[in-house]
């Protein structure tokens, strides 16, 4: 299973030693997308892997009493939030710029 490569078993999203996404046999990077996959992709990849990880050190720090499927979740659900409020907030608004829709994705927040 995919899954089973992209995830560390402290629930942290697997990264090389140079904390980059990992690569498969073929060089495509495990990140459980691997269609149309370009270089802006993959840099948004890293990113929120790595912010990922950070989730997962701070929660085991706060909570360390968490399995790591459940610090895995957390993160995963953070990671989500992030990146929903940057798609509702700044993209979203750019592509449709005007008062009444920024309003509208501003109340979400």
């Not at 608004?93 to 005007?98: G, R």
Request: charged share 20%.
């Amino acid at each position: 299973m995919e899954e089973d490569l992209i995830r560390a078993a402290d629930g942290k999203i697997h990264l090389d030693s140079n904390d980059e996404l990992d690569y498969d046999k073929d060089g495509t990077p495990l990140t459980g997308f691997g269609d149309n996959f370009w270089v802006g992709l993959h840099v948004f990849h890293a990113i929120f892997a790595r912010e990922h990880n950070y989730i997962i050190d701070s929660l085991s720090v706060v909570y360390p009493g968490m399995t790591s499927d459940e610090k895995y979740g957390v993160a995963r659900l953070c990671v989500s939030a992030i990146l929903a409020k940057i798609h509702t907030v700044e993209w979203t608004p750019t592509l449709l710029d005007n008062s009444a829709s920024t309003l509208a994705m501003n109340i979400n927040w």
